[in-house]
């Protein structure tokens, strides 16, 4: 698999781990508040731009890991980091795949 397309797609497949991991929380009990299940909604909805729009998907998964610790501050560490750390992580990863493909293509280059 060329590089290309491989950091095209693992952003894409850690937003839907992301989304995978926040239904499994929310359908086990662990969270059943208003702020998880717009988080659910959120991520996919922001899963669904991002396909489209790397750097504005991006920004809205650093966004949503952002409102996430801010909210979540008063829970548990563990809920806290399995929140926040793949939405921010899915957004870096999401804008990194948008700048290499531009500086590949202001080169003129395919690897």
């Known amino acids: 698999m060329k ?3 491989l950091l095209q797609w693992f952003p894409r497949g850690m937003a839907l781990f992301t989304i995978l991991i926040w239904l ?4 086990f009990d662990y969270l059943k508040t208003i702020p998880a299940i717009f988080l659910v909604l959120a991520a996919s ?3 669904f731009i991002s396909w489209k729009n790397e750097a504005l998907g991006g920004c809205f998964f650093i966004l949503l ?3 996430y610790f801010v909210v979540a501050m008063g829970y548990q560490m563990g809920l806290l980091i399995l929140g926040m750390v793949p939405l921010t992580l899915t957004g870096v990863c999401f804008l ?3 700048f290499y493909g531009e500086h590949t293509e202001m080169q003129g280059s395919d690897f």
């Not at 499994?24 to 359908?27: H, I, K």
């Open 45 to 47: 909805l922001t899963t």
């Open 24 to 27: 499994g929380l929310f359908f």
């Open 3 to 5: 590089v290309p397309t």
């Open 65 to 67: 890991g952002s409102l």
């Open 96 to 98: 990194f795949s948008y």
